[in-house]
DNA sequence: AATCCTCGCAACCGCACCTAG
DNA sequence: TCTAGGTGCGGTTGCGAGGAT
């Protein structure tokens, strides 16, 4: 029973993606847009699997991924929304639509977690070190909080509760209004808020990582890989960095623009992967967005700030 | 110069949920 | 309604780079 497979099992490659392999990837979702997975490895010859290939996409090749340091900003956003949702990297990674859930779980692992133990167990004092020592003993993996030197813990239940309701009522504020907004933060506690909306609201906005992928190839070798894909890309360009090229006139040419806002109208107006988009973004709702949506997310944004 | 150690990141794995037939 | 394919998510691992010894 059920439905039939997409395609036949076949020999998958595992561990580091090469360049030709993102390549042929990315010409693909050019093509089709991101979505139906299970097919890009048949369609495009790649020996991978298809879940690979969606995490090589959303977390790596996808246009508009922000890399390299996080910001003071983001940092504050990642400890408050892991205090109130706890790891659920996808959830938080959809308030910071540059950032991959994966990024958001490392960052978190590697700098936050280091981070706020150690200022927890140098007994931090000023207010702001200490909200952050709060919200970290809230952390699903770390619910030793014996070494809190903060308040007792009735105080900081009573604060994070008061917190937790605020950010509740904020979301209910925003989450209630008729039409979905792009500036609206997607509700946490939707099952699959993420992959979508991050990777259409920023589509437009940077091909960056692609670009430089591409340059970087297309200088180290003179010829594109000889695949279908590939050669009906550069059917459609000229030249030998015909990949290349044609992204650049696919995407947006602000690339430095770091506006979100400005990405989503891009997205809006130069939709790409329109089974992607149409199906998380309704434009004509999207350019309906009143203040509301404004007021509400400044609400959101007054408590986590 | 060689070896060891630590850290950060990309990728994989397994589970849960959704959905088409 | 049931079943199996498809997708998303969080936890974990492996590897390479850079620093320390």
Redesign the pocket.
Known sequence: ???P??FEKMEVK????TPEEDIILVSYIQQHGP????CVPRNTGLLRC???C???WT??LRPGIK?GNFTEHEEKTIIHLQALLG?????ISSYLPQRT???V???W???LKKKLNLQRQNGITNEDNTNMTEMSSCD??NNNNNNRRIVNKGQWEKKLQTDINMAKQALFHALSLDQPSSSIPPDPNS??????HSATTSYASSTDNISKLLQNWTSSTSSIPNTSSLSNNRSSSTGEGGVLDHQCSLFSPNSESGSVDESFNMMTETSIFKGESKSNFDTEATNNATTDDHDSLSLIEQWLY
């Open positions: 029973m059920g439905r497979p997409c595992k561990g580091p993606w979505g139906s997975w299970r298809s879940k690979s969606r995490l090589r977390n790596y890399r790891n659920r990297w996808a959830a859930d994966n990024d779980k490392n960052y692992n590697t700098h699903n993996n099952p699959k808020p993420h992959h979508h």
